[in-house]
């Protein structure tokens, strides 16, 4: 049996950050609709102001919708007017995976998520405080699960829609 001290691959906030088995990820892409693959797999964006989680104030986390891996705390979302969820920092900084994005002429920071690598939006430096920093998300990126419930911290329990029973405040 692997226990979080004995897992290498393990965030600080005790999340396996092993990608999926080739079979667990044809799996997961199995159960996205056309719209979450043009985004999730092939670094599509949603239009603007039309995303399901852009109004949400519920307290919770936000997790990759491929994988489960929380991303974000409900606590770090704001209002920035883009037309999609932002956030001021991840829910832990090995979460999320930051790679130079030099597509349709300009330069940008793409967000991946670190675990399976699914497209989620992009940070810029033009954020609130306390980081100055706006990750901008695709809602059809993200799951969210409210506070008070399991969050699965292996892509096996998210496969199989079980938790491990941590549930961690938004």
């Not at 999926?20 to 599509?44: I, K, M, N, W």
């Not at 999609?84 to 999320?96: G, I, Q």
């Not at 059809?140 to 199989?160: D, H, K, Q, R, W």
Request: with cysteine; proline share 9%; hydrophobic share 30%.
């Amino acid at each position: 049996m692997t226990t979080e001290t004995d897992t290498p691959n393990r965030s600080s906030s005790g999340f396996d950050l092993s990608p999926p088995s080739p079979e667990q990820r044809r799996s997961l892409e199995a159960r996205l609709t056309g719209d979450e693959r043009r985004v999730l797999l092939q670094h599509g964006t949603e239009a603007p102001h039309c995303g399901t989680l852009l109004g949400n104030k519920e307290p919770g986390v936000y997790c990759c919708k491929l994988c489960g891996l929380p991303l974000f705390r409900a606590g770090s979302k704001f209002e920035s007017g883009t037309g999609w969820p932002s956030f001021t920092s991840p829910f832990d900084n090995a979460h999320v995976a930051l790679v130079q994005d030099n597509s349709y002429g300009m330069v940008r920071v793409e967000t991946l998520c670190a675990r399976c690598g699914s497209h989620q939006g992009h940070v810029f430096p033009d954020g609130p405080p306390p980081t100055g920093m706006r990750f901008c998300i695709n809602s059809v990126s993200l799951t969210f699960v409210p506070e008070g419930e399991p969050l699965p911290a292996t892509v096996a329990e998210y496969e199989a829609g079980s938790q491990s029973g941590r549930t961690i405040a938004g």
